[in-house]
Each structure stands twice: as structure tokens, then as C-alpha cells.
């Protein structure tokens, strides 16, 4: 029992591997395994949401998914979602601009489900983002420059989605 | 937070996993999206010598829309309920209540299969499955029988499924057109288990009536569904009050829960009739 496993996974992009016991919660293995530390643990219960990954085109907090389970997954995590050339994301840009974060704990929780949001719902409400960010606890904003800065976030894919095109 | 050691398991089909929990008995469980065992696991509530992992079997996903019923497989999550336009033509409640379930991440992987086995009192669907008469499927090792939501709860954490069976899906007869729906929840906060919640089904002459954590098992009542279907909307609260047997917790002392749940009820009852047509 518990004997190690072998576990593959594509990590921003990158494909990675370690052993570890199928008990290993996901948050753990990114920390602690391949050191991405960007991805917090601010709670046991599964209600903060400061561990909160993209799996597979999903948010998921990855302290309720054993790394086994996680197994041959695709994982983008907040270092995921930098430019190209390494400078900061839109949504983490606008995170900067409209100061929605203090102590940064919640923060990589944050914006990676916010990316996720803003994949599925291009153009929110206020409303919307509220309640589509109701899974990441943050101690810090009050929330209300969370939602100035993904309504932000919004509003700059949007532009340069149209010029795009 | 730190989980007990097991051995894991990813079964390809239903038959090989209940070979494993045949194989393991009670020192096995099935996960499906985690979201209740896991956090039990992460508390050293539920230690298991073998997880079995149930992502891989196909014949436990998808929705079908029938003309007379629709099929969920147990792994069938909320994001997936929530987000299909065919189900929320045919069945619009199931939608409500979903979005009253947890939160975006946890409605991404939590399953309604694991809701409605779990057999906590807390969870919302088996309230709304017994309101809408669903049939839950289990497969075991002598084959697959059909249990009545409105039969399968026998107390907390207690159920008709057995040991060696996995909940594989839920029919649910579609209501007649016309038939007003709604799902109406009491709760602190996000992601709460409701205070009360309601599940009501109203038209064609018809009623049903099913209520949340007022009770150790969700609860349907037929006597407070005849009232409502004849219109008696105080005979249908006063049956549903004396059917209830909620607890006091953090959510509040008995007399408040009553009080909520009367409230929540005719909530639910004004919502319902306002969509009836």
C-alpha cells in the first residue's frame, strides 16, 4: 500500500514527471514535486479556492484531487498564464492597474480562474463575475477591485480579439 | 489536510470495478469527483485501504434526452448539468438547483451521481430527485436494480445501495409542459449546505413537494404534494412541517429551521406557480 507511482503530466506547457504516492494531493505535488509554488493552500476544506488550477480546461482546486487522479492531465497554473516574452498576462496586468490584490496570497487562485471565467464568459456582468469567482476566498480587497480589474480583463481580450480579426 | 495511504485504482468498466470493491469490501470506495470523500479523507473521517477511481467508465457518463424521461450518468457533474441547453428546456429545476450547489470549481468536477449517493442530508439533489420521482440505477454483482429516490434514504449517511453496488444513473420522468418548476435555497453564504431549501413541482393538476436538511434523510411528502396539487398552499406548509425533523447546528436552533422552512416552502410554492402556464 502506498507504494510510489509514476505520474506524467503537461504542466504550462511543459511536460513533466515525478513519483509519488496516489494520496498526494495535486497542490502538493506542484509545490512541493516540481517546485511551482505559485498555486496556495489557505484552507482544508475545500472553500478557499487559493489552490485553484486549470485541469484539463477546468478550475479545479487541487487540494481535493489526488495526484493520482490528476494523472496524464493538463495543467495550466498561474506561471502558465505570463506573454510569451515573460511580461504579465492582460488579466494580470489588470489585477496591477486596478489593485486587486494586497498580500497576493489569493491572487494565482484568482487569476487562473479568472482566465477560465473569461474563456467561458467572454463578456460578464458584474453580477457574473461575482458569482463566477464565489469559489476563491480572498481576506484582503473587499473583492470590489477583483471585479474592476477582471471586468478590465474583459474588455482588453475583447480588443484585441476584434483587431484580431 | 494530509490524507491516509491507499492504493489506487482507475477501472475501465463498470464489471472491473466491482470486481475491486468485491475484492476489498468495506476497505474500498469508489471516488467520483472527489468532493465530499476526499475532504472526508483529508480529516482522517474516511480512511480506505483502496480508492477506486471511476473517471475512465464511459458507460457512467453522459445525458439523454428521452421524450418521456432523461438519463443522467452518476458522472454526469453539475458544470455539465448546468451548461446543457436540452436539459434546461426539458427539466429548467435541475438547472436552478445546481447553481445553488458549491461553487464554480467544485460544480466543475462534483458529480450527480456522488450527490445524490453520498447520503448526506446536507446535499441538495436528493431533495429535488424526490421531488421530480427519479429512479436511481445500481449495478452489482448480481446485476442492476432500480431504487425510487423517494426510497433510497434511510438516515445520514445511510442508503439502499450497498456496499458492493455503484449508483451508474438517474432517470427522470421530463414533467408535463406547462408543469411550473423551482428550486428555492436558504443559505449563509456561497457554497453552504442549505439552512432549508425546497424543491417544488406544480401544474396539470399535479403537485410535488420535497424539502433539504430539515430532516437525517431528504424529505418528501405525499400528503403536503395532494394539498398543494389542490390548491391548499397552508395545508401543503402544515404537512411539510409536521414531516420535517431538523436538528439544531450552526445553521440555527429548531424553531428558526421550522420557521425557515416554512418560509422557503411558500417561496418556493409563489416561484413554481409563477411559471405554471
Known amino acids: ?165 | 489536510m494530509i490524507p491516509a495511504g491507499f492504493e489506487y485504482h482507475r477501472p475501465a468498466d463498470l464489471s472491473s470495478a466491482i470486481g475491486i470493491l468485491l475484492e476489498h469490501g468495506d476497505e474500498a470506495r469508489v471516488v467520483a469527483g472527489g468532493h465530499s470523500l476526499i475532504p472526508m479523507m483529508k480529516l482522517r473521517m474516511a480512511e480506505l485501504a483502496h480508492v477506486i477511481d471511476l473517471q475512465d467508465i464511459g458507460e457512467l457518463k453522459g445525458i439523454e434526452l428521452g421524450a418521456s424521461t432523461v438519463t443522467l450518468g452518476a458522472m454526469v457533474t453539475q458544470h455539465e448539468l448546468i451548461t446543457h441547453e436540452g436539459l434546461a428546456k426539458a427539466i429548467p429545476v435541475i438547472r436552478e438547483a445546481a447553481l445553488q450547489i458549491a461553487d464554480p470549481q467544485v460544480r466543475y468536477v462534483g458529480t450527480i451521481g456522488g450527490n445524490v449517493a453520498n447520503g448526506d442530508p446536507g446535499n441538495d439533489m436528493p431533495g429535488l430527485m424526490q421531488c421530480l420521482d427519479a429512479t436511481f440505477t445500481l449495478f452489482g454483482p448480481d446485476g442492476t436494480r432500480d431504487v425510487p429516490a423517494r426510497d433510497f434514504y434511510q438516515a445520514a449517511y445511510f442508503t439502499s445501495r450497498s456496499d458492493d453496488e455503484i449508483l451508474t444513473r438517474i432517470t427522470i420522468p421530463v414533467p408535463a409542459a406547462g408543469t411550473g418548476q423551482a428550486y428555492v435555497k436558504q443559505k449563509r453564504k456561497i457554497g453552504d449546505y442549505a439552512t432549508a431549501a425546497a424543491a417544488v413541482l406544480i401544474g396539470n393538476g399535479t403537485a410535488s413537494v420535497a424539502m433539504t436538511n430539515l430532516s437525517d434523510t431528504p424529505v418528501y411528502s405525499a400528503e403536503a404534494s395532494e394539498a398543494l396539487a389542490n390548491g391548499d398552499i397552508d395545508g401543503c406548509v402544515a404537512a411539510m412541517l409536521a414531516s420535517i425533523d431538523p436538528q439544531e447546528d450552526m445553521r440555527g436552533p429548531i424553531p428558526f429551521k421550522r420557521h425557515v422552512a416554512a418560509v422557503i416552502l411558500r417561496r418556493a410554492i409563489d416561484s413554481a406557480l409563477s411559471r405554471k402556464s
Open chain 1, 1 to 165: 500500500m502506498s507504494n510510489k507511482m509514476h505520474v506524467k503530466l503537461t504542466v504550462n506547457g511543459e511536460e513533466v514527471e515525478g513519483l509519488a504516492e496516489p494520496r498526494t494531493l495535486l497542490i502538493h505535488f506542484l509545490r512541493e514535486n516540481l517546485k511551482i509554488t505559485g498555486p496556495h493552500i489557505g484552507c482544508e476544506t475545500s472553500h478557499c479556492g487559493a489552490c485553484t488550477v486549470d485541469l484539463n480546461g477546468k478550475s479545479v482546486k487541487s487540494c481535493t484531487v489526488f495526484v493520482a487522479q490528476a494523472n496524464g492531465s493538463d495543467i495550466t497554473t498561474v506561471e502558465g498564464l505570463v506573454n510569451a516574452d515573460g511580461s504579465l498576462g492582460v488579466i494580470q496586468e489588470m489585477f496591477r492597474e486596478h489593485h486587486g490584490l494586497q498580500c497576493g496570497f489569493c491572487t494565482p487562485g484568482m487569476i487562473t480562474r479568472a482566465h477560465r471565467l473569461l474563456q467561458e464568459n467572454p463578456n460578464p456582468t458584474e453580477e457574473e463575475v461575482r458569482f463566477g469567482m464565489a469559489g476563491n476566498l480572498c481576506r484582503c480587497t473587499g473583492y470590489q477591485n477583483i471585479v474592476k480589474a477582471i471586468l478590465a480583463s474583459a474588455a482588453q481580450l475583447n480588443a484585441v480579439k476584434e483587431a484580431a480579426e
